[in-house]
Antibody
Framework: EVQLVESGGGLVQPGGSLRLSCAAS????????MSWVRQAPGKGLEWVSI???????YYADSVKGRFTISRDNSKNTLYLQMNSLRPEDTAIYYCARDVPAGYWGQGTLVTVSS | QSALTQPASVSGSPGQSITISCTGTSSDVGGYNYVSWYQQHPGKAPKLMIYEVSNRPSGVPDRFSGSKSGNTASLTISGLQSEDEADYYC????????????FGTGTKVTVL
């Protein structure tokens, strides 16, 4: 059974940093595209970043230069390093497998506030 | 990276059919057969309902169907059921974004 479990969310001040993790199981992690999608409170879905199996990475303009997506295939784990956080980054962050995303985690809440 | 345009809300009675539109441009919906649809119930993660315009993943009821004409994709729910009440998002590959994919604005489906 495919499972994706996010962790690392929490409350952080503007300008701060967080690293999100997504532990994957039930499939050959190294072979799949992985992505981060976020949803601000009461708002729609937004692709944040995608990493392909060959480690090519893509970012939304809104996070480029501030967020870094990476993966550790030996640990079956996806990461999102988030720096210079802004209040508008407040959202539930989901990790998802493949594009289109057939499998999703339960999400982790990131709140950027002073 | 402009979002694809969807109606804010669509409603129907049980048993009826409804259609949700998703309008983009020739750089996304109109240019590629990589349109997908997601269903999201409150407090839950999204669920893939349709991929590559009209394909259903295993386990998705055949009441859900997808199509595309020009720059507009559509999701049709036939025989509407109470459990279909949810938010629906389209998504497409796009050549006009460095992220390669874009979501729609989302549609709230209400079963009357």
């Amino acid at each position: 059974e495919v499972q994706l479990v996010e962790s690392g969310g929490g409350l952080v001040q503007p300008g701060g940093s967080l690293r999100l993790s997504c532990a994957a199981s039930g499939f050959t992690f190294s072979r799949n595209y992985m992505s981060w999608v976020r949803q601000a409170p009461g708002k729609g879905l937004e692709w944040v970043s995608i990493i392909y199996s060959g480690d090519s990475t893509y970012y939304a303009d809104s996070v480029k230069g501030r967020f870094t997506i990476s993966r550790d295939n030996s640990k079956n784990t996806l990461y999102l390093q988030m720096n210079s956080l802004r209040p508008e980054d407040t959202a539930i962050y989901y990790c998802a497998r493949d594009v289109p995303a057939g499998y999703w985690g339960q999400g982790t809440l990131v709140t950027v506030s002073s | 990276q402009s979002a694809l345009t969807q109606p804010a809300s669509v409603s129907g009675s049980p048993g009826q059919s409804i259609t949700i539109s998703c309008t983009g441009t020739s750089s996304d919906v109109g240019g590629y057969n990589y349109v997908s649809w997601y269903q999201q119930h409150p407090g839950k993660a999204p669920k893939l309902m349709i991929y590559e315009v009209s394909n259903r993943p295993s386990g998705v009821p055949d009441r859900f169907s997808g199509s595309k004409s020009g720059n507009t994709a559509s999701l049709t729910i036939s025989g509407l059921q109470s459990e279909d009440e949810a938010d629906y998002y389209c998504s497409s590959y796009t050549s006009s974004s460095t992220l390669l994919f874009v979501f729609g604005t989302g549609t709230k489906v209400t079963v009357l």
